[in-house]
């Protein structure tokens, strides 16, 4: 029993691409936009095959127009103006609604991935046993924000291009094929016939380009994995720092936070350095290509011009389409570093949303506390045993019931863990034995140790924080104000602000107490809420709780004597006795 608890979930085995985009598909599928995300997509590939057909037509324009340069047309030639100027008009329009559509699409797209990931992140608990859960439940906020936007957008510019791609290439193929189709090439006196000559040529550059860019970029997954991990260490230590000025500043610590956002930085700039050195190897490879696709074309086309198959307005057309279905199946390489900033983002996101579904508390190893629902107006503990870092810590009072009205104090003896008795309570940590029955159907208010957790919002909100502020008179908050010390606050109920910033420590305390006058709650359990009060102030807040004659308290503190004059029954939190006795045993050694 004496064995440290662990507290850190395994790494969730890793999945290949086409299972996490599996898993987010099935997500979009069950979001309230599914219906508008589909109809987007519907009608961006419409408007894709729309302009696949236009550029279809605006390749069979090169032969006239080029033949009538070549013969010095000039009638023919502004005729060719004219019907290029059509079809560029009907490009332009179609260009424009898939800009659109693609803007639209990846508004919708991220409202579905966030809406998703954020209702499953505050599901009860789940937030607090994701943070608990190791390297996975790191910056949370960044996987939600960042990583989604990043996602989306380059989830619709990808898909759009691949989709254009695939079109591009399947209307160009049968050009370069009708083209080619009777292409032949002599040596060893006779000729040798290679119908589909351009297309094949086409698909061999492409596929040798892709095959090398793979293999030059495939580290620069990891490397923008890496990188973003590291950014978020960094954000997360300047939001840190930002939150907490008062106390660096007295303490003359800005040093050593300069210090260590520079260890943070410096891990952002290794890993950004490692990305830039992906990109420059793959930019060999890229605007190598690229750099050859200027002449190849033409190259490739050159011997149906030289043998007479085709004429020159013809070599143009079989370059044009040529470099079209050329274009198009280099996708792989022209775009290959986003895929790999898509595929490190696809893995962030991917890996959050199935922590987030997976029973974060099942794969914790040890026994569990039952939680059950006993008879209204009662709280009962039955054989508590709490699993600490040093072992078990348990109640001296093995079955202990508190009725609604009564106040019990427990005490937490030297090397006892006050505050995970308090989430065991509360079912943020469940790792132990024993039975704890809830009272049917009453409500139960929380309070932790520090000061109270403070929305941003009105000050009404922040009384009535988890409930409607609708549901209390205005007298009511100004009653609950008053009978804390606090009714200077009284005119700014209706206000907005960071309260947290604008009140005193003291009185951010005080507002949590009013926060339980004024709901009322059936029972109260708290966290060494008394001892940063001076006493004065806790002599109110005494007297306050006092008059909840209706309300159970439970506080887990420490004593004292205005506390002793509220508590009507004290048990006390001790070590169990083979915790106690290992841990005796490793004093000796």
Known sequence: MSERPETRVEPLPKTGVFRQVGELLGALRASPVAKTLLGLVGAIVVVVALTAYGQIELNSWNKPFYDAISRRDLNEFVVQVGVFAIIA???LVLNVAQRWLGETLQLKLREAVVNDLVGRWLQPRRAFWLQASGPMGAHPDQRMHD??????DLSVNLGVGLLQAAMLFGSFASVLWVLSKDFSLFFDGKDHVLPGFMLWAAIAYAVAGSLVTYWVGNGLISRNAERYAREGELRFSLTRINEHLDGISLA??????????????????????RVVMGLTNLTWVTAGFGWVTIIAPTLVASPLYFSGKVSFGGLMMAAAAFTQAQSSLRWFVDNFSIIADWRATLLRVSDLRRMLAADLEAQQAGGRIAYEEGEAGALAIEALEVRSWTGYDQLDAPALVVRRGQCLLILGTPGTEKTLLFRALA????????TVRRPAGETIHYMPRGT????????S?????????????????VAALASVGLQRLEPSLNKTGRWESELSMDEQLRLGFARV?????????????FSAFDDDSLELIIGVLGELTNTGIVHIG???????????????????????????????A
């Open 89 to 91: 008009g009907v490009l």
């Open 558 to 588: 420490s004593p004292g004597e205005a506390r002793d004059r509220l508590f009507t029954q004290v048990v006390h939190l001790v070590k169990a006795p083979d915790a106690a006795d290992a841990m005796s045993g490793e004093q000796r």
């Open 147 to 152: 990583d989604t936007l990043k996602l989306c």
């Open 452 to 459: 109270p957790y403070i929305p941003r919002g009105t000050l």
């Open 517 to 529: 006058v004024l709901q009322a709650p059936a029972w109260l359990v708290m966290d060494e809420a």
């Open 461 to 477: 909100e922040v009384l009535s924080y988890a409930t409607e502020p609708a549901n209390y008179p205005r007298e009511a908050m």
């Open 252 to 273: 003359g610590g800005e040093g050593d936070e300069k210090r260590r956002v520079a260890m943070h930085f410096g891990d952002v700039l290794r890993a950004t350095s």
């Open 427 to 434: 079912g943020l940590w469940p790792w132990g034995s024993g």
